[in-house]
């Protein structure tokens, strides 16, 4: 049944459970982000994409991969490469200083961004100038609404879902 177990005290204890919590990605969702809207403020859509892909290219993050490949294959030349844990990455995209991240990353960094209404967005600021957004969406198991009644129907009260996304996108 996809769980884990030590000793049949857990077993027993979850019996009794009335409250059951969830991860939303990979969990509830299929974990299969794709890029669903570009909001470009100082360039064009393509670019902005471009320059966003070009700091993801080497995360392994869900949503750093599906904005690498809406962008298909460019070749860009990216140094300077640094990562911020559950915030953003900054980099340098092919001579451009590129910020994509969070709406607190950006807000960090001293810029204020057009915050997105529904989904996921990873918001971006190129050379010092705040540029817009990239939205993006993940799909809800096909079976997670079944799951969530089953639960309901043993006994369980409550189902929490944790994220680390904003209200709307949960």
């Known amino acids: 049944a996809g769980m884990i177990a030590k000793g049949g005290i857990a077993l027993e204890n ?10 939303k990605t990979g969990t509830l969702t299929t974990g299969t982000f794709s890029v669903t809207s570009i909001d470009a403020k100082t360039m064009d859509k393509e670019k902005l994409l471009a320059f966003v892909a070009g700091a993801e290219s080497a995360s392994t993050h869900p949503i750093g991969r599906a904005i690498v490949a809406a962008a298909g294959n460019r070749t860009q030349t990216v140094e300077e490469l640094k990562e911020v844990p559950g915030r953003g990455i900054c980099a340098l995209v092919d001579g451009h200083k590129v910020l994509a991240g969070n709406a607190l990353f950006m807000e960090e960094n001293g810029f204020t961004p057009s915050l997105a209404s529904g989904g996921t967005a990873v918001y971006a600021a190129v050379d010092g100038v705040y540029a817009g957004s990239i939205h993006l969406s993940d799909t809800l198991k096909p079976d997670a609404a079944q799951v969530l009644r089953q639960l309901h129907d043993l006994g369980v009260q409550e189902t929490v879902m944790l ?7 949960a």
Not at 163 to 169: F, I, L, V
């Open 14 to 23: 979850l019996a009794k459970a009335k409250t059951a919590v969830f991860d």
């Open 163 to 169: 994220t680390g996304d904003r209200e709307e996108a």
